[in-house]
């Protein structure tokens, strides 16, 4: 998936914009003095998110003050990466969002929600730009340590995710797509999640690049394996990926996109 990496300008004083955001959560009560001491963790990365080494660290998360917010009502979200999933809340919000990270041009890491959308870029430097409430980007400045966002891990029920990813998938199918198996990662919501976000993800990059190749798919089937694949044959599109393997037990969008493609061509 190719992107075109977005030119923000990051130069906001870092340091008092970052002070004051500690000030102000301090306030608020919402960083705890003894996290609020530790050093800043860094943000995520493609690469990060991909590494073994992270994939038995338990940090808890980063709060950030989104500076693409009106002056007067400067709002946070928190960024926790739990083993290689990524996942974000918004400030007055209950809802977990698992987040997909995109290689994106010069060393930058583009994240996305499971529509496609992007929410966040991390560049070389491990600035972050936020695309949360400024369209066109805005620096979001690290405001102290955070505890871990509560199990599990998306407030958001499996279902309702479920639901989300149906209706994408049936206004790009055109008629109407059911998904199957979600119920079996009850233990396992940030797998589903990712699952689905790359999901929709596959199948939209399909549908851009070799017509309206979505319209063949009736049914998606989601299931655990001891490998992940992702196949395609009589309507029905077939995700199958590894829980117990952090590192390389998902599929890519990628690869849905490639299974998609590939019936096209074949008829």
Do not use: C
């Not at 003050?65 to 009106?70: A, C, E, N, S």
């Not at 993800?201 to 992702?230: C, E, M, Y």
């Amino acid at each position: 998936m190719k992107l075109n990496t977005l030119n923000v300008p990051l130069n906001v004083p870092a340091a008092p914009a970052a002070a004051l955001a500690v000030a102000l959560a301090m306030a608020a009560g919402v960083v705890a003095p003894a996290l609020a001491q530790q050093p800043q963790l860094p943000p995520p990365t493609f690469a990060t998110t991909r590494s073994n080494a992270a994939m038995s660290l338990d940090q808890g998360g980063q709060r950030y003050m989104d500076l693409g917010t009106d002056a007067k009502t400067t709002k946070s979200f928190v960024l926790e990466t739990r083993g290689s999933v990524v996942l974000l809340q918004q400030e007055g919000s209950k809802e977990i969002l698992t987040l997909m990270p995109v290689p994106g041009q010069r060393g930058d890491t583009f994240f996305m929600d499971y529509t496609g959308r992007i929410v966040l870029k991390v560049t070389k430097a491990n600035n972050v730009v936020s695309y949360l409430h400024n369209p066109a980007g805005a620096p979001a400045d690290p405001a102290g340590r955070v505890p871990p966002l509560s199990a599990p891990a998306m407030t958001a029920s499996l279902d309702a995710m479920r639901a989300n990813a149906v209706n994408e998938l049936t206004r790009l199918a055109g008629h109407d797509v059911t998904i199957w198996g979600t119920q079996a990662f009850s233990n396992d919501e940030a797998w589903a999640a990712d699952a689905l976000s790359i999901l929709v993800l596959g199948v939209k990059s399909a549908n851009g690049h070799a017509g309206k190749v979505a319209s063949k798919i009736d049914k998606v089937t989601v299931r655990k394996a001891k490998a992940p694949r992702a196949s395609f044959k009589g309507g029905e599109l077939l995700i199958e990926i590894n829980p117990d393997d952090a590192w390389a037990g998902r599929v890519t969008p990628e690869d849905v996109s490639k299974v998609l493609t590939a019936s096209r061509s074949s008829g």
